[in-house]
Each structure stands twice: as structure tokens, then as C-alpha cells.
């Protein structure tokens, strides 16, 4: 083992954050392996989301080590949120000292903990750099643009996410265009959870009825070489978080609509985000979801004498193997979701993405993605393109390759030896 002790802490928030760090202490632990190096990761979990569902179940599945200290910080308003994870993880600098602090993608704790950091003069890496969806009505377009604009390694996931940082006056020598983190756990964790057996539960097997035309059970996920094949079935998936879609009835109302005619060609699966579910009571709209307690449901709470049911199907959110799995093999995605605009165009997936702007530009010139915003008749009309034979399909970006890992760390651990950090790309 070599002499230099390095402690680098990684931190985690929220569901999305689990799967970019994963392959993070992976990867740290394979370098110290085969170099002799002795970097130590330190998890730190801030506690942004804390239900069994949206945190545990992704520890579980992705094999991440339990967090070295949780903060526990919960809900609350922006300013609140941020403010307590601030407050909470200067003391954790101030106690553990690290050498380095990983943050990744662009919640909340993201940005708290960038900025404790920077302020104690401690490194800052930011994986999932350089992201702009040239909104800033949106809380995480704030989180992007200020930890990009304070971190000091910024590692970007497609060649827009370089130039948009060069733009806003970011030193060339700080970025580093390493891939897209994400796509390494799903690569690493797709056959795993193809395994899942929730696609039975949910009573998504095959069924003989309304199978659509086109993507069907025998079409093949062709976006990338690593992947598998893997058949589609005839159901949508849907997500849909964001506060500026279902925070008010005006946005709400619409993409509504436009799911509830979708259920007139297959059933609708909604995993209902907690914010969701509370603004469905709050908003009085549960009459168009039916609510089911448990994940094993029969074909027939989709269909009744061989007719579709005309209602959106929700369940609770899904663990990351299981919701991959549900993912893969779904004939078409709706979402307000970053992530999942990524994860459908490395499979190949159709996307239909409910917002107006995005910040995965690439997920439109190369993937299956597609804009609708929250436009009723266009949701249709792109399911309708989407179970055409004649689809739109991905090509998934070559750097996307699942090795994003192994480069960032072979990045950050290069001072180790060198000062001078090795540019990629
Ligand atoms: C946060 C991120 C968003 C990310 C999303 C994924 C920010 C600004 N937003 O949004 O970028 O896409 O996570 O889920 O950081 N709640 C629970 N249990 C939980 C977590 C949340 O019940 O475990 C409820 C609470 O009522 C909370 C609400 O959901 O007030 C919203 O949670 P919050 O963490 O504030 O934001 P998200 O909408 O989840």
C-alpha cells in the first residue's frame, strides 16, 4: 500500500445521486487495488430524501456501502433545505478534513455541500458538469450553474456540457469530458435487474391483448453494442416530478389529459413520486389514478373481459434494478425527469419528455428523445410515432461506455503523483 493516505469525501442527497456514486467507490477501490494507492472514501449522506423507496432501496440494489455519516436533513422549502445541509456538512469538513469533496448531479445538497467545501478551501469535483437547460425558473439549472461556477474539476458528460462551461468563462483546464456516470450502473446493473421479477408482479407479461404494432415483443434495444437484446412490452411508463409540471393544476391538467388518452392504447404505469402523490390529493385529481397498495397486480387490473381499463395505473417508486427493468422493457417513457431522458437513449428506448426545455440536448440529436412539454394532442401524436415500426432510434454517445468511473478517478487520483491534473478528451 503506498504511504499517501488521501480522504476523499462523495456525497449523496437524493434519488438521483445514488447511482453516480456507486460507480465512484467502485472505481476508487479498483485504483487502489492495482496502483497501491491508498485514497479512502468517505460516504456522506445528507439525508434530502429518506423514505425506504426513494433511499434505502437504492442502496440495496446498487450495492452501496452504508453512508459513514447520514445528516439527516429532510424536507423543507429551497433556502431551508439548502441552508441545514450547509450548516451540517461545514462541520463534517471541519471534522474529517478531506482532501477532496465528489458531489454530483444538481439537487440541493449538491450545491450546499459545493459551497461548504469551497469556502474551507478544500477541492471540489463535480461529476455531471456543465449540464444548462437555460431555465432558471428551475431549481437545478440554479444548482448547476453555481456548483459548476465554484468547483475546481468539472467532469462532463457529452461535448455541449464542455462548451456551455467555456462560454460562461470556465478555465479549459478544469474540464474534463469523461461520459455520462449513469450509464455505468445501468450498464453494470442491467442484467441484474432484468432478473427482477417485477415485470410479473406488476402484470406486464405478455398479454394478448392490444399489443401495439411496431416495438414490440421481438424488436431489439440497438443503441449500444454492450447491451443485450430486449423485447418490448405493451405498456407505458411514466414519471413525473417536477414542481413546475405538478405543483399546479394549470400544468397538471393537461399532461393529464394527454396520459389519459394514452390508456386507451395500453396501460399506463405511474411509480408516483411523493411530491406527485401529494399534489394529486392536494389538487383533487385521484379519480383519474388508481392506486394500487402492492406491486403484484393481475393482467386484469389492466384489463377487463380482454378491455383496457381507462386509468393511470400508480404504484410506490420503484427500487433502481426493479425500475430498470420496468424501463427496458417498456413499448414508450413519459418523464419530467433528467436522468431518464440519458438511460432510455442508451436503451433504446422512446422518450417522451414533458418539459420545454432540456438539459440533455444530446438525448435529442442522438437519442429517441422528444419535447412535448405539457401538450396533450403532441403526447399522443408522439406515442403514436413511438409504436410506428418506423421509429425513431437512438445511438448512444461512444464515451457513454461505462467506464466514466475509472476516468474520473484516474483524473483525481493523478495528483497523487503529479500536481498537475492530465486533461481528456
Ligand atoms: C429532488 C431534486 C430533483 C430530483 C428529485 C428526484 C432538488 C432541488 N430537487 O426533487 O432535482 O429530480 O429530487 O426525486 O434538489 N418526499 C418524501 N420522501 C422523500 C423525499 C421527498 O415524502 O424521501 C416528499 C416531501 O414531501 C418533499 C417532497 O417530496 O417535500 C419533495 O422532495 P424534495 O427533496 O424537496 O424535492 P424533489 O421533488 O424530490
Same mark, same amino acid.
Given at each position: ?14 434519488? =438521483? ?25 468517505? @460516504? ?17 440494489? @446498487?450495492?452501496? &456501502? ?44 449538491? !450545491? $450546499? ?6 469556502? !474551507? ?17 428551475? =431549481? ?43 450509464? +455505468? /450502473? ?26 401495439? #404494432?411496431?416495438?414490440? /415483443?421481438?424488436?431489439?434495444? /440497438? ?5 443485450? &437484446? ?40 405511474? #411509480? ?23 406491486? +403484484? ?52 428506448? =422512446?422518450?417522451?419528455?414533458?418539459? +420545454?426545455?432540456?438539459?440533455? &440536448? ?13 401538450? =396533450? ?27 466514466? $468511473? ?20
Amino acid at each position: 500500500m503506498n504511504s499517501i493516505t488521501k480522504k476523499w469525501l462523495l456525497v449523496v442527497g437524493a434519488r =438521483p445521486n445514488f447511482m453516480k456514486i456507486a460507480p465512484l467507490i467502485r472505481a476508487v477501490k479498483a485504483y487502489n487495488d492495482s496502483n497501491g494507492a491508498g485514497i479512502l472514501p468517505f @460516504l456522506v449522506h445528507t439525508g434530502q430524501h429518506y423514505d425506504f423507496n426513494m433511499s434505502d432501496a437504492f442502496f440495496r440494489d @446498487l450495492d452501496l &456501502p452504508q453512508p459513514d455519516l447520514h445528516l439527516g436533513v429532510g424536507s423543507g422549502n429551497h433556502g431551508e433545505q439548502t441552508g441545514k445541509v450547509l450548516i451540517a456538512f461545514e462541520k463534517v469538513l471541519l471534522e474529517q478534513k478531506p482532501d477532496l469533496v465528489i458531489v454530483v448531479g444538481d439537487v440541493n445538497s449538491t !450545491l $450546499a455541500c459545493a459551497l461548504a467545501a469551497v469556502k !474551507l478551501h478544500i477541492p471540489v469535483a463535480h461529476v455531471e458538469s456543465g449540464l444548462r437547460s437555460f431555465d432558471r425558473k428551475m =431549481p437545478e439549472e440554479i444548482n448547476r450553474l453555481l456548483t459548476d461556477a465554484i468547483s475546481d474539476y468539472l467532469f462532463t458528460p457529452s461535448p455541449e456540457g464542455d462548451e456551455n462551461l467555456l462560454k460562461e468563462g470556465i478555465p479549459e483546464e478544469k474540464i474534463f469530458l469523461v461520459g455520462d456516470i449513469m450509464v +455505468d /450502473s445501468l450498464l453494470y446493473h442491467l442484467d441484474q435487474a432484468k432478473k427482477t421479477n417485477i415485470l410479473a408482479r406488476l402484470g406486464l407479461t405478455a398479454t394478448t391483448a392490444d399489443i401495439p #404494432p411496431g416495438p414490440t /415483443s421481438d424488436s431489439l434495444c /440497438s443503441a449500444s453494442q454492450l447491451l443485450a &437484446p430486449c423485447s418490448k412490452l405493451s405498456y407505458a411508463l411514466v414519471t413525473l416530478h417536477r414542481p413546475a409540471n405538478v405543483d399546479n393544476r394549470e400544468s397538471f391538467e393537461p399532461i393529464l389529459q394527454g396520459l389519459l388518452q394514452v390508456t386507451e392504447k395500453m396501460p399506463v404505469i405511474f #411509480p408516483i413520486h411523493p411530491r406527485t402523490l401529494k399534489q394529486v390529493r392536494a389538487l383533487n385529481l385521484a379519480a383519474d389514478f388508481e392506486f394500487h397498495d402492492s406491486w +403484484d397486480v393481475k393482467p386484469e387490473g389492466y384489463y377487463e373481459d380482454g378491455v383496457l381499463r381507462k386509468k393511470i395505473h400508480c404504484f410506490a417508486p420503484l427500487g433502481y434494478l426493479e425500475f430498470l427493468n420496468v424501463m427496458a422493457h417498456a413499448s414508450v417513457v413519459l418523464t419530467d425527469s433528467g436522468g431518464i431522458q440519458e438511460e432510455t437513449t442508451v436503451l433504446d428506448v =422512446p422518450c417522451i419528455t414533458l418539459r +420545454d426545455t432540456t438539459e440533455r &440536448p444530446i438525448t435529442l440529436t442522438e437519442g429517441t428523445n422528444v419535447l412535448v412539454h405539457n401538450d =396533450p394532442e403532441r403526447i399522443v401524436l408522439e406515442v403514436e410515432k413511438a409504436l410506428d415500426v418506423n421509429r425513431k432510434r437512438s445511438r448512444c454517445p461512444s464515451i457513454w461506455d461505462g467506464h466514466t $468511473a475509472e476516468r474520473i478517478v484516474e483524473i483525481l487520483a493523478s495528483p497523487l503523483c503529479s500536481p498537475i491534473p492530465r486533461r481528456m478528451g
